[in-house]
């Protein structure tokens, strides 16, 4: 009858060891250690590796609970840093209003992703939105070039798009943003690449928990010239009386320079409002992921022991009642 | 019934597809650019096209038929937006062509700002800021949008660093050996006599 309960006890812990942390274990290298203490006929883990996993898993529970807050504290300085930012680009929209669907020859896509990750899936959507920027811009005569800002993304388009890469920056938020940093930066980007148009990819900040894939579109001074003579749009910018310079050509010039830093300021802070947002959602999933875990692991943790009691009081009491005859 | 129904199920994706407005941002305006989105699904059919500027930004108002009594100003800082849709009398701006005075009703311009000292002139008192160059936008409907890099009100400013600053790019401008370098010190030259009669004038 002992026997039997024994066969039943082992029967009861087969589904056990099927589920998920348990096979884990036994895939990696302990479980040589495992064949050494279950005897034959007995199938039951050792407490002690149910109790390492326990105690790896609380660690990383902690580690992402202060991953989170120290995101928390960051998105809180950066905040309001893009908040103050979000008037700078609005003059020049208003001027020059928006052309995503301006038809150009040579366009580049500007994607501004993170360097470090566990952000979510913030970058991937970037990345996605540039190659769909690509293909939509894609035809006869017509071309499309990236200027990537930060590791990210470049880890995503230089496996496919590598010929199509002019620059690649990383390490933008060594030091903290600021003005200075990103006009030198566009002065770079205007210096090295030939556009027609610029579409700056990024996420724009909207809340802790949502972030709006945006596109921004900066013209050159000829395209913003044909679309002003075309009509449409742009067809009252012939009305407004340029004052200084020596000509036109010149002050427009100067505009789409200073609109492209601009709008670039704008969009490196609020995709890094962004990354912060997405890193803390990020890190708190994954924690009370870990507490699910942990959770699991106890009742696994208290089972396993309380049958290796079973096991030896039933031993014990076998053995005397077989004594006794 | 059915038209009811129809009805509910039209109501429904407009009451979703209104966002809700953005927190700090202006109240969004939902227009979009339509060409760019039907473009977009067309080639790229299975994600959202990425919204644009325009879906953020608050419409202006048109061109009113006779002249506002007020200038609404926009004056904003890569760190700040310093006045934002304010009413006043009028600006003036330190354009390249000289100091302009803006009034309601000015013509539309597109002018750039040399460092110089800007003057916003609300009723009696009048707040100056020195800016280091920039752009002003002057709208047909009596709107001023100001951009510029760096503004700090003229209290801020001290009279012995403009002194010896000057004095340091004169000496660096006779001692520049190449274009590069006459160029900044021709600028800090500019900016800091600008500077100089801004605190005295």
Redesign the interface.
């Known amino acids: 009858m002992a026997m039997a309960a024994l066969r039943r006890e082992g029967r009861r812990f087969a589904p056990m060891i099927s589920s998920r942390p348990i096979t884990a274990l036994r895939s990696s290298p302990l479980a040589p250690s495992l064949e050494d203490e279950c005897p034959l006929g007995v199938r039951y883990i050792s407490t002690q590796v149910v109790r390492n996993r326990m105690k790896s898993v609380k660690n990383i529970q902690k580690i992402t609970k202060a991953m989170k807050m120290v995101a928390a504290s960051k998105l809180r300085a950066i905040q309001t840093k893009a908040e103050n930012s979000r008037g700078l680009w609005q003059p020049f929209t208003a001027l020059l209003g928006d052309l995503p669907s301006a038809n150009v020859k040579k366009n580049v896509v500007v994607t501004i992703s993170s360097d470090k990750g566990l952000c979510g899936g913030i970058n991937s959507t970037s990345v996605k939105i540039s190659k769909g920027l690509h293909k939509l811009n894609s035809g006869p005569e017509k071309e499309t070039k990236y200027v990537i800002l930060g590791e990210k993304a470049k880890a995503q388009l230089v496996r496919d798009s590598k010929k199509d890469i002019e620059l690649i920056i990383t390490e933008l938020q060594k030091n903290p943003l600021n003005y200075t940093q990103v006009s030198v930066l566009a002065d770079e980007i205007l210096k090295n690449v030939e556009y027609d148009a610029l579409r700056i990819v990024f996420n724009k900040f909207h809340s802790v928990v949502s972030f709006v894939p945006t596109v921004s579109t900066v013209l050159s001074p000829e395209i913003v010239e044909r679309e002003a003579e075309s009509g449409g749009k742009l067809g009252d910018l012939d009305s407004y009386e340029v004052e200084g310079g020596e000509t036109k050509g010149e002050i427009l010039q100067n505009l789409a320079e200073f609109q492209f830093s601009c709008v670039m300021f704008n969009a490196v802070l609020e995709n890094a409002c962004s990354e912060q947002g997405a890193r803390m959602s990020a890190m708190d999933s994954s924690s009370r992921n870990a507490g699910d875990m942990l959770d699991r692991l106890t009742l696994t943790y208290n089972r396993t022991r309380q049958a290796s009691i079973t096991t030896e009081l039933i031993e014990i009491i076998s053995g005397a009642s077989a004594l006794e005859g | 019934m059915l038209r009811r129904a129809s009805m509910l199920l039209a109501c429904r994706p407009i009451l979703a597809a209104r966002a809700r407005p953005?927190?700090?941002?202006?109240p969004a305006a939902p227009s979009a650019?339509a060409?760019?989105t039907e473009?977009?699904t067309k080639?790229?059919p299975n994600?959202d096209p990425?919204?644009?500027?325009?879906s953020?930004?608050q419409p202006?108002p048109p061109t009113p038929s006779s002249i506002p009594s007020k200038l609404t100003v926009?004056f904003?800082?890569?760190?700040?937006?310093e006045l934002?849709t304010k009413e006043v009398d009028m600006v003036i701006v330190p354009?390249?062509?000289g100091q302009?005075g803006v009034l309601p009703g000015h013509?539309?311009?597109?002018?750039?700002l040399k460092p110089g000292v800007l003057s916003v002139h609300e009723g009696s008192e009048m707040t100056k800021y020195f800016i280091s160059s920039?752009?002003v936008?002057i709208?047909?409907n009596s709107?001023a949008?100001i951009?510029a890099?760096e503004a700090v009100p003229l209290d801020r400013l001290d009279v012995n660093l403009v002194q010896k600053g000057l004095a340091e790019f004169t000496s660096k401008l006779s001692s520049a050996t190449t274009d590069l370098e006459k160029a900044e010190a021709q600028i800090g030259i500019d900016v800091h006599s600008a500077l100089n009669s801004a605190l005295t004038g």
């Open positions: 953005f927190s700090t941002d202006l650019d060409t760019f473009a977009w080639v790229i994600m990425p919204k644009t500027p325009l953020f930004m202006r926009n904003v800082l890569p760190y700040a937006s934002a354009a390249t062509t302009m013509v539309a311009t597109i002018a750039e920039g752009f936008f709208h047909a709107f949008d951009i890099v």
